[in-house]
């Protein structure tokens, strides 16, 4: 579930919103789940919309048939159904079955409210708390999830031909594979965490005191630990909370936090007035209403924990197939059609003259079912821990696997190990993706058509992005014991594999399937090219560059990109908010940070100009807590960090970060530090979050803003406690920026 994965299924127009399970394999960290919010978010919205849909027409039903309208059958009809019906209960008399339940079926119209679809989400260890993690910024009602998340647990005694699936539905059936790596991470655990000791017995409600800054949640016994059972229901409790936004607290005017939107009844038109804080900043003895804070809200700190290096695979199988049904057998036993589907469905029955028939009497034999492997290998580490799992011995769980689709880390696909492993198994088909294989394809073509388009208009500011169509086939093949009989498939777009009505994988023959910019050029208006020239020509013209005013202009040569203009959610042509501020001899910003943040630049720069741009850049600012705005921030900031400081970035340096006066170029002496800007909810979900992955989150200067009790419109910063400001010609703020401000804006609660 990486970042982009909406916009993805938005662009191949795959739907998501009847899907019920999601199996997330790898290790949980943010490359694996950063797309999972965004999905999560969106199809609770459609399920909601189909619900109260669904209840709408289920009460248009209700009232009509109980306004006492006739019947849409006339009477002839009426009677001719009850004779047919009666004739069929007589044959499955007969046949020794029970017409109830073979002929009855449920009732399609009754009050009952309709239920709401559950999504179940499976994964590895810390799913759960990242999940939890993101409870201040995401909150819906429309869909109840449930985590299945791996607990390491001793292994009973398996049978040689196969083990239980872990999991399964009417449809398929699942194992999982979890990996070790070969040498665990050493890495030391972070001193900051604080034990988690504000919950107590009881739901996850307001203090009797109206302090709902104060948080409760219960514990069940046989339910797992403590801590999981905290992180279980804080997450439980986004997706499936009985909270209202019209429902109000009254509440000490005293105890609410500042920037809370508050209210008062008039007393004389008993309506209810937004009630704002003196200008004096002087607090009265009183009451106002405020909106109960969403229970996960209420959460202000979650359990710690530790980064897991366990990697999940899969093995996904169908089930056995019943065979073809053969009515002309059927009629020689003398069976009645209406006991067809009977038999289909494994019942036995009695024939006319008596005798009892069995289903495989009348149908072919039942065939294995088909199945795949998905498997994800993070490292060379966890190769041979994959390599030695005993499923691949089991024939109950082997028979039918069709193919093996391989996540691959860089240099894993070059070992000899897994070309040995590939060779042993020559009857399935081996499907590989790896960054160093794969062509670095586009996935947005109607985004980078548009681009293309506006880059023969102006190829400055519109520059192609960057990409490749050609994989890297030798490397998967070279050195491929029996390679004349093995031919694995790099992984491209439009691959899909199908269970029914047979397991078979089936590539996309779309002419489309890869980015073709000549097909773009093609296509391109000669009027618009000409209109373009044109207006650039006098653009560039000695008598037009004499009217440009750029005298006086701060930072002249500063240059604004662009990344994302779109708005909930992402789109086929316009990724969300992001924008990047680049000024020469001072440094790069960003200002947002939305899902798919780092793949937009990897469009636009090469690896070279990435490594450039992270070690130039300074600050992130996040304007609100909206998804839409900053969940792309961890891939941002990890990628900045393995540029400056590596894999192992918990180590200590020689500058310590304590409670003094900011210097930011005194900071970035000693130190390189990048700078993040936001809201305390953001700030804490970063630190909750670093617990599952490091990411960089030590390295960053995390400065609030906030607005003040005295002045709403006013907005302060603050760093561990302490009220701070870059404001001073002496001391300037990263870099040569002279001045730094936070704005608040009232429509959106967002700084700017």
């Known amino acids: 579930m990486h970042e982009g994965l909406q916009r993805a299924c938005i662009q191949r127009n795959a739907r998501l919103a009847k899907t019920t399970d999601i199996f997330i394999s790898g290790k949980t960290e943010w490359k694996n789940v950063g797309g999972l919010f965004g999905v999560i978010l969106t199809m609770a919205d459609a399920n909601a919309s189909a619900v109260q849909s669904e209840k709408e027409n289920k009460e248009k039903k209700i009232k009509k048939k109980q306004s006492g309208e006739p019947p849409h059958l006339n009477q002839s009809t009426s009677t001719k159904k009850a004779k047919h019906d009666d004739e069929r209960a007589r044959v499955f008399r007969e046949a020794g079955l029970d017409p109830e339940k073979w002929l009855s079926g449920p009732d399609k119209v009754t009050g009952a409210p309709p239920t709401l679809p559950t999504l179940t989400i499976h994964g590895n260890r810390n799913l759960t708390h990242t999940i939890a993690t993101a409870r201040r910024f995401i909150f819906r009602k429309g869909m109840p999830i449930q985590i299945d998340e791996h607990v390491a647990a001793q292994q009973p005694d398996v049978p040689a031909d196969g083990r239980d699936p872990d999991w399964k539905d009417e449809s398929i059936q699942v194992w999982k594979l979890p990996i070790e790596p070969a040498i665990r991470d050493q890495s030391p655990k972070s001193p900051r965490k604080r034990p988690f000791d504000e919950f107590a017995a009881g739901r996850l409600s307001l203090a009797q005191n109206g302090d709902f800054r104060r948080n409760t949640l219960p514990t069940r016994e046989g339910s797992g630990t403590r801590d999981e059972e905290q992180r279980r229901l804080v997450a439980s409790e986004m997706f499936n909370s009985q909270w209202r936004l019209d429902a109000l607290t009254e509440t000490p005017l005293v105890q609410v936090p500042s920037a809370t939107p508050m209210w008062i009844r008039s007393q004389d038109t ?22 109960r804070p969403w229970p996960g809200a209420l959460v202000e700190q979650l359990p710690p924990t530790q980064p897991s290096q366990t990697s999940m695979s899969y093995i996904v199988r169908h089930y056995s197939q019943r065979g073809k049904f053969m009515p002309d057998k059927t009629k020689a036993l003398k069976i009645h059609h209406f006991l067809y589907q009977a038999l289909q469905q494994g019942a036995s029955v009695r024939s006319q003259d008596g005798t009892t028939v069995t289903p495989d009497m009348v149908m072919e034999p039942s065939r294995t079912g088909g199945g795949f492997a998905f498997l994800d290998v993070p490292s060379i580490d966890h190769l041979q821990d994959l390599l030695d799992r005993p499923e691949w011995k089991m024939p109950r769980i082997m028979n039918g696997l069709q193919a093996m689709i391989w996540n691959l880390a860089p240099g894993v696909a070059s070992t000899a190990a897994l070309r040995s492993f590939i060779s042993q198994h020559k009857g399935v088909e081996h499907i590989v993706a790896a960054a160093d294989i794969s062509a670095n394809a586009i996935s947005f073509e109607s985004s980078a058509a548009l681009v293309l388009r506006l880059n023969r208009i102006d190829w400055e500011r519109y520059p192609i992005p960057i990409h490749s169509n050609v994989a890297n086939y030798e490397l998967l093949t070279n050195h491929l014991v029996d390679a004349e009989y093995i031919s694995p498939h790099v992984a491209s777009r439009g691959f899909r594999f199908q269970l029914e009505p047979s397991a078979k994988i089936l590539f996309s023959e779309d002419p489309d399937l890869f980015f073709n910019a000549g097909a773009v050029l093609k296509n391109m208006p000669a009027e618009v090219l000409e209109l373009a020239n044109s207006a650039k020509s006098g653009v560039i013209s ?26 909930s959610a992402p789109s086929k042509y316009r990724n969300v908010s992001a924008t990047l501020l680049r000024v020469p001899n001072c440094g790069s910003y960003l200002f947002d940070c939305g899902e798919g943040t780092l793949g937009q630049l990897r469009r636009l720069f090469t690896a070279e100009q990435m490594t450039e741009l992270f070690r130039d850049l300074k600050a992130i600012w996040i304007s609100h807590l909206h998804a839409d705005h900053h969940l792309g921030t961890t891939s941002v900031i990890k990628a900045w960090n393995d540029v400056n400081y590596g894999p192992n970035t918990r180590k200590e340096d020689d500058f310590s970060l304590d409670q003094q006066a900011i210097k930011a170029l005194q900071i ?8 993040l800007f936001s809201e305390a909810q953001m700030i804490q979900w970063l630190k909750e979050y670093s617990s599952v992955e490091d990411f960089g989150y030590e390295k960053l200067v995390a400065i609030k803003t906030y607005r003040t009790r005295d002045d709403p419109r006013v907005s302060s910063m603050s760093w561990n406690n302490l009220k701070v400001g870059f404001c001073t010609d002496n001391d300037a703020m990263l870099g040569s920026l002279p001045r730094l401000d936070s704005v608040t804006m009232l429509t959106c609660r967002a700084q700017e």
Do not use: M
């Open 270 to 291: 008993h309506k209810l007035e937004r009630y704002y804080p003196r200008d004096d900043g002087t607090l009265p003895q009183i009451n106002v209403l405020i909106r």
């Open 542 to 567: 000695n008598a037009s560059l004499g009217k440009v005013p750029r005298q006086g202009l701060p930072s002249q040569d500063a240059e604004i990109i662009c990344l994302g203009t779109g708005s």
């Open 668 to 675: 970035s002496k000693h130190c390189k530090r990048l700078f």
